[in-house]
């Protein structure tokens, strides 16, 4: 499905319209977002006939891509992913836009960028490495907010009962 989308968004981007130009951005930031899913989803579920690895796909949210912390390995930042999410957030306004202003002017509406972005995550995504995917996407489904370890409540209750 990625990869049709962003042909379908390469057929529209051709186009003089403006529509097309629109959902040629929208198709190109989903794209992008699909290949984050699928990370998860792959990382986290061998069969892609399970209602569980639908079930992971689809509980990824947009929102997750402005918490820096789901993007990072060992609490670290994480080179691949941080371009990954900037990109995506670069899509998502680019979508937001094309999507919801109304009055925006086609020039702004540059379709072509988006699509060559929405290739650079889907490449990025797909070149991780294996053993990095599965902290990733734990880290994604979780939407890692870079909280401490060991701050929860049980353990701040364990440190003031010292």
């Known amino acids: 499905m990625i990869d049709e989308l962003l ?8 186009r003089d ?5 629109r959902k040629a951005i929208s198709m190109a930031y989903y794209a992008a977002f699909h290949a984050l899913c699928e990370l998860v989803a792959d990382a986290l579920v061998e069969d892609k006939e399970s209602p569980l690895y639908s079930k992971i796909y689809r509980h990824i949210e947009h929102g997750i891509i402005d918490k ?3 993007f990072s390995l060992d609490d670290k930042p994480y080179e691949t992913m941080n371009e990954v999410r900037d990109q995506l957030r670069n899509l998502r306004q680019r979508r937001e836009t094309s999507d919801y202003s109304p009055f925006v002017q086609s020039e702004i509406l540059d379709a072509q960028d988006a699509i060559t972005r929405g290739h650079i ?30 701050s929860g409540p049980s353990e701040t209750r364990i440190q003031n009962e010292k």
């Open 68 to 70: 820096s912390g789901a």
């Open 17 to 21: 319209e403006a529509i097309a130009k």
């Open 121 to 150: 995550v889907v490449r990025l995504i797909r070149s991780i490495e294996l053993e990095n995917r599965r902290e990733l996407a734990l880290n994604i489904i979780l939407g890692n907010s870079k909280k401490s370890r060991g």
């Open 7 to 14: 042909d379908l968004a390469e057929e529209l981007a051709e």
